[in-house]
């Protein structure tokens, strides 16, 4: 008789979010299931040392705090997180840039920039007070240089998928081949070939994409309200209700989102090539909104198997 | 912005200079960092014992730290070994260890090539062998907490450290944390904000997960390694804080950091321990996994009462944190920034002389004070709240690292251990009687004994 399976749900708070480990297998793997979650949410925790702009001591948060000339070493993880979203910022023409998260939580209300709170339309007065800094990062070695104080970085757009990507071979080493990583319902990871179905849920549709070692991000308005900011324009606006990415690894994905939130159809289209090159990872971007007069659009760099609409 | 390759050769300052001009953000290039200093001859040699989740804390530290060639790792498991080789591979730092399963192999063959100090990261029985042997090799030596599972191997090492002259520092990180030193040494002991310190309590309730079989598959322990280190089973290898032989529970891996600041703070040792626990929800542990101490601390001023709690069952109560209470005020610290916290009793002075110097910073907004105004007249509003303060003081580095600079500090002249084997011991004396007194049901009354060498 064969043994009985099942889809074991584990759930981890972390990094402001929820975070879920799913793992189909048979029932009688259950507490060696749960332990391999276990060490997945321990490095989660571990990640937040590191990567949370809040954890006194992480290291962004002594990024944020250099001075004119000041060089320290950081974490590999800090550094592979900055040289990623470098890169996505080259390829998305600076629709995503980590360093205006200082300006984000200003207009919010939120954090240390709570002093400008309620500034409202004045998004470009926070670009002013918490986005002039410059920060050198060193190609190779990990650390930073700060060669213009006031650089307030924040890996909100991409810490939770980064996290579901360290936590793969985590798993892998347990041994465990079919799972499905979720952080805060906005970043989701699937692990193994029989696939996890993941539904991109809108307001005027819905959308079912397989994760098949692939990983999907999505940003949107809908929840938090617009608090979308374009780095390019400054201004507190998105050109769309929401944007998913899918993409091999969660990180990108999540940076994609929240890039294509501010992108026009035809500059995510020209931006795609240029992820594909940079990162050697194929990629598509769903948008839920009103350009075009159509409710969704799905664009993708090539045809995309694991969605019916192709290109 | 990306620098291309061919402008590679621009000299690390010229690239800064223009970086600081064009202000754009973030930005790559290479080589602008200084030579890393792991390299350079006067790098102290460090090994790391012991590489499971704290050693490897320890280790990611380090490597974020100038002066330090990490030169040996030791470990029994072979998974934690591949761990650290990972960590310092993604460091760029490749090669720079060699991998011991055995800790004497590691001291016989290293001592000679120049090695300087050891992390002991290891479980707690573990602790006082390994300290004691690389104290005797002429290493010096940082070691977790607890420093030991006895008495008795505390002691051992204090001696040790007292005929080999070699440091000892103890991995209380709080003692070298700066907003602790400022609670303590400037808000309590010389501003007194708090006034007269009448009650203590702390606490770290931890919602632990049950039993499971802690390894992954396949990457088992041969039975005779195992046995050889003290472990009949991988499970008591890799759930080492559940049995009695080699560590005290919870109340001693939780309560050693945050009764050492009772000590720290009250500055007297305590006359009587009262304390009850038991093996309420884990059944499959030997440690108490709920335990209430009772402490009483004769100071100057009069008797203190502390109160320390650790519940392995629940997260309830907000986490970790250390609490003063005085009739003036209440001081409330924790390595979590969020849980510092300062309030002042309604009667006490006016404590707005301590937030223009810079002890405190002002958190709430002061509502109007009801039955302010004229004596004639009432002001009526909601109800008060207390005035809350804040502790203005950041860490900014990762959490173990101030304790650590300050141990190589001292290895290099520039400074005295923050809390040294003999000064542990003094605190730790106060912890180990906990588990006999939960169990024989009977108040422990301290004598020099229970804190000297």
């Known amino acids: ?123 470009s007065r926070a670009f002013d007070a918490f986005a002039q800094g410059s920060l050198v990062v060193d190609a190779t070695e990990a650390g930073v240089v700060c060669t213009v104080p006031g650089l307030r970085l924040d890996f909100g757009g991409i810490g939770k998928g980064y996290a579901l990507d360290q936590a793969v071979p985590i798993l892998r080493r347990w041994k465990i081949e079919d799972a499905l990583l979720i952080a805060g319902g906005s970043s989701a990871r699937g692990l193994g070939r029989s696939g996890w179905e993941a539904d991109l849920a809108g307001d005027h549709f819905r959308q079912t994409v397989q994760l098949r070692e692939r990983a999907t991000g999505g940003s949107g308005i809908g929840v938090q309200g617009n608090h979308i900011v374009d780095p390019r324009r400054k201004v507190l606006e998105s050109r769309h209700r929401r944007a998913w990415a899918l993409a091999d690894t969660a990180t990108l994905a999540d940076a994609l989102s929240t890039a294509a939130m501010t992108m026009s159809a035809q500059e995510i289209l020209e931006a795609l090539p240029r992820l594909e090159a940079s990162f050697g990872q194929h990629c598509a971007v769903v948008m839920e909104s009103w350009e075009n007069g159509s409710p969704f659009q799905w664009i993708a760099s090539k045809v995309d198997k694991d969605h019916p609409l192709g290109t | 912005m990306q620098i291309p390759p061919e402008a590679a050769n621009v000299t690390r300052r010229d690239f800064l200079r223009k970086g600081a001009l064009t202000g754009a953000g973030l930005m790559l290039a290479p080589s602008i960092l200084r030579a890393h200093e792991s390299r350079s001859a006067d790098a102290l040699n460090v090994a790391v014992i012991g590489c499971g989740v704290q050693g490897g804390i320890l280790l990611d530290t380090m490597l974020k730290m100038p002066g330090l060639r990490i030169q040996a790792i030791c470990d029994i498991w072979e998974t934690a070994q591949e761990k650290a080789k990972e960590k310092l591979s993604k460091a760029g730092r490749e090669g720079e260890a060699r991998y011991y399963t055995d800790f004497e192999e590691l001291l016989d063959r290293e001592k000679d090539r120049g090695l300087d100090v050891a992390i002991i990261a290891s479980p707690d029985f573990w602790h006082a062998p390994q300290t004691v042997a690389c104290l005797k090799a002429g290493v010096h030596v940082y070691c977790e907490k607890m420093m030991s599972n006895t008495v008795e191997g505390a002691r051992s090492m204090v001696r040790a450290m007292r005929d080999t002259g070699k440091l000892l520092q103890i991995g209380h990180q709080r003692r070298s944390n700066p907003r602790y030193q400022h609670a303590i040494n400037q808000l309590i002991k010389s501003a007194r904000v708090p006034g007269r310190i009448t009650a203590v309590r702390a606490q770290w309730n931890h919602s632990s997960s049950a039993g499971g079989p802690h390894w992954p598959r396949g990457t088992e322990i041969p039975a005779d390694t195992l046995k050889r280190y003290g472990y009949p089973s991988m499970r008591h290898f890799r759930a080492w804080r559940a049995y009695r032989d080699y560590s005290g529970g919870a109340v001693s891996d939780l309560g050693a950091h945050q009764m050492d600041i009772f000590n720290w703070v009250l500055g007297v040792r305590p006359t009587t321990l009262t304390a009850l626990g038991g093996i309420d929800y884990f059944k499959d542990r030997e440690h108490y996994d709920n335990v209430i101490a009772v402490y009483e601390y004769p100071t100057p001023e009069g008797m203190v009462r502390a109160l320390y709690q650790v519940i392995s069952s629940t997260s309830a109560g907000g986490g970790g944190f250390e609490m003063f209470m005085g009739d003036e005020g209440t001081i409330i610290i924790s390595e979590t920034p969020r849980l510092t916290k300062a309030y002042r009793e309604a009667r006490a002075p006016s404590w707005d002389q301590w937030v223009t110097q810079g002890y405190l910073s002002q958190r709430a907004v002061k509502p109007a004070m009801a039955g302010g105004g004229a004596d004639e007249r009432v002001d009526i509003r909601e109800t008060m709240a207390l005035d809350e303060f804040g502790i203005p003081v950041v860490l900014d580095r990762p959490i173990y690292q101030p304790h650590l600079e300050n141990f190589f500090d001292a290895i290099r002249g520039k400074a005295t251990l923050n809390f040294d084997g003999a000064r542990a011991l003094e605190s730790e004396g106060i912890i180990f009687p906990i588990n006999a007194a939960v169990a024989e049901q009977k108040a422990h009354r301290f004598t020099p004994a229970d804190f000297e060498a």
């Open chain 1, 1 to 123: 008789m064969p043994a009985e399976t099942s889809v074991f749900r584990f759930r981890h708070e972390a990094m402001a979010t929820v975070f879920e480990v799913r793992i189909r297998g048979e029932d009688s793997e259950r507490d060696y299931f749960a332990q391999a979650a276990r060490e997945v949410f321990q490095e989660v925790d571990r990640l937040e040392t590191l990567l949370s702009r809040f954890h006194e001591g992480s290291d962004v948060f002594r990024i944020n705090r250099l001075v004119q000339g000041e060089q320290i070493r950081v974490s590999f993880e800090c550094h592979e997180c900055l040289k990623m979203a470098i890169k996505v910022k080259e390829a998305t023409g600076g629709a995503f840039d980590p360093a205006v998260g200082g300006v984000m939580m200003a207009v919010r209300g939120e954090g240390e920039e709570g002093t400008i709170a309620g500034c409202g339309e004045t998004v």
